[in-house]
């Protein structure tokens, strides 16, 4: 989900540390690059042998940390991605959600972890992917040909056009914008978020919040209160 904020533990990526305050019920661990605080159980604890990281993603409950060869590590509650695939390299991107992560790898396969039931589980026939994308609790992996496959607790049915060129998000749907401007979306429950109105078109980017899309020529979607 685009410019999702999860809440702690926090972990910074840092060479030099403002002035902070600890506290004593609070657990402090630093390594060579990242420092780490919060709840030890959710991924405040860093492991002692992790260097050279260049980006961190979160779910609700664990950490994943990049570093500069592609390896991945993994920490926090191991049914919620805290426990990924000791043998993960060469990836180039993760996307995590509530409880899962999915990694995409330089040669467009994916490696997913965490809670199967909101996406932790690789799909089967899935390859040539050019980005992810989440909500709450699914994913969405769009291919180079411009298919989208979607998994997790994804509801309905999942376009089969091959035109897509972006996808975006709100908590539980997706939005996919295709190359003629139009937009399909799909897996809510929430009927409104999947009907778009056969009169949006020339869209360029979308814009969402937790549930509900609008485009700069249309509203896509509105929220049923």
């Excluded at 030890?40 to 993603?57: E, L, T």
């Excluded at 390896?71 to 191991?78: A, D, E, M, N, Q």
């Excluded at 039931?117 to 992810?132: K, L």
Aim: net charge negative; charged share 10%.
């Amino acid at each position: 989900m685009h410019n999702k904020l999860l809440n702690g533990p926090f972990i910074v990526s840092i060479t030099i540390l403002p002035h902070c305050i600890f506290s004593p019920s609070l657990h402090h661990q630093e390594n060579s690059n990242i420092v780490g605080w919060g709840n030890i159980y959710k991924g405040g604890n860093i492991p002692s042998d992790i260097s050279n990281v260049i980006s961190i993603f979160s779910t609700k409950t664990s950490k994943a940390a990049v570093c500069e060869n592609g390896k991945v590590f993994t920490w926090g509650i191991t049914g919620e991605g805290g426990s990924g695939p000791n043998d993960l390299s060469g990836v180039i991107d993760i996307r995590s959600n509530e409880k899962a992560f999915c990694a995409l790898l330089y040669n467009g396969t994916i490696t997913c972890w965490g809670d199967s039931a909101t996406g932790g589980t690789t799909p089967a026939d899935i390859s040539n992917v050019v980005q992810i994308y989440s909500n709450k609790n699914a994913f969405t992996a769009l291919s180079a040909n411009g298919s989208v496959k979607s998994w997790g607790a994804v509801t309905g049915s999942v376009p089969t056009q091959d035109n897509f060129v972006d996808v975006y998000s709100t908590n539980t749907a997706f939005a996919g914008l295709k190359a003629d401007g139009t937009v399909s979306c799909w897996g809510s429950s929430d009927a409104t978020q999947n009907n778009v109105s056969t009169d949006v078109s020339n869209v360029s980017i979308i814009y969402s919040n937790d549930s509900a899309f609008v485009s700069p020529q249309h509203i896509i979607v509105l929220l049923s209160i």
